[in-house]
């Protein structure tokens, strides 16, 4: 039997001896390497180093080519990998990995760099489900760098309860550099942002005019700059309270956005005529 494999099989005594032999080697490895991946405090290996590890037991990875994805309306890249034996050829593991939009890092970066660490992470977690145990008689932390968020990238922080986006009706959330609330409108590039005291007109006091009775929201907006379907809900809903994109077709008399032939504008102007 060759040898690499001897080492993953067989008297648990000899496999475990051969194990610290690979991570004494790794330690010496990675103590060599100029920039090192800390994160609170603990030490994380790169994908190159997984590789490392996987050639001490005979065992190379083939990631295959990346995918685009969309993920609760989340755009990202999607990539599988296998563990190859090298001296026989056969697949011993695998694993499939992403790289999404939602990660400040990968916001705006181009799709060939998204699908490139999609292919890195998938590499890296087959060698990861296979070594992990040599990995951790060296010291190191089990997940691959990469699928470590930035120190700058945040965890979104969700609202609940009354932060509920009234329009599209899902969470709002803040993250990474964001000023305020918001969420992406599924199937658009567009966000929608929550609505805070400081964006909301100032309530009218005790002392302010009274505005005249004919004078509404609708009034005063003008109908020309709702370019968008998206733009047409938003003003229903601030402007006639209408809640859901149903109740807007249903004063648009159609059951679907394809079956208004109009620009939203136009529609704007007809529930504007009947509300005032």
């Not at 890195?120 to 070594?131: P, Q």
């Not at 089990?142 to 969700?158: F, I, K, S």
């Not at 100032?202 to 009034?219: H, I, N, Q």
């Amino acid at each position: 039997m060759d040898e690499s494999v001897a080492l993953m099989v067989g008297n648990p005594t000899e496999i475990v001896a051969g194990a610290k032999v690979g991570a004494q080697a790794l330690t010496a490895i990675i103590q060599q390497k100029p920039k090192k991946v800390i994160i609170n405090g603990e030490q994380y290996i790169e994908f190159e180093d997984w590789q490392t590890v996987g050639q001490f037991f005979g065992v190379g990875v083939r990631t295959g080519d990346a995918e685009p994805v969309q993920i609760n309306g989340i755009d990202g890249a999607k990539a599988s990998a296998e563990l190859i034996h090298l001296a026989s050829g056969n697949i011993i593991g695998g694993a499939e990995a992403y790289c999404m939009r939602d990660e400040q890092k990968w916001q705006n970066k181009p799709w060939y760099q998204l699908a490139s660490m999609a292919q890195t992470r998938a590499g890296a977690k087959a060698l990861r489900n296979r070594f992990a145990w040599v990995v951790v008689l060296a010291g190191f932390k089990t997940t691959p760098a990469e699928e470590m968020p930035d120190a700058n990238d945040e965890a979104p922080t969700v609202n609940t309860g009354k932060h509920i986006c009234p329009i599209h009706n899902v969470p709002f959330f803040k993250k990474g550099k964001m000023k305020g609330y918001a969420h992406k409108i599924e199937g658009t590039d567009e966000w929608c942002n929550e609505q805070t005291k400081e964006t909301e007109p100032p309530t009218p006091t005790e002392t302010a005019p009274e505005a005249p009775k004919s004078t509404t929201a609708a009034s005063k907006r003008n109908p020309d700059t709702i370019l968008t379907w998206h733009e047409l809900q938003k003003a229903c809903f601030e402007d006639f309270k209408l809640q859901t994109k149903k109740d807007v077709l249903a004063e648009c008399g159609g059951n679907s956005w394809d079956e208004l032939t109009e620009l939203p504008a136009f529609y704007y102007r007809q529930i504007a005529k009947v509300r005032e």
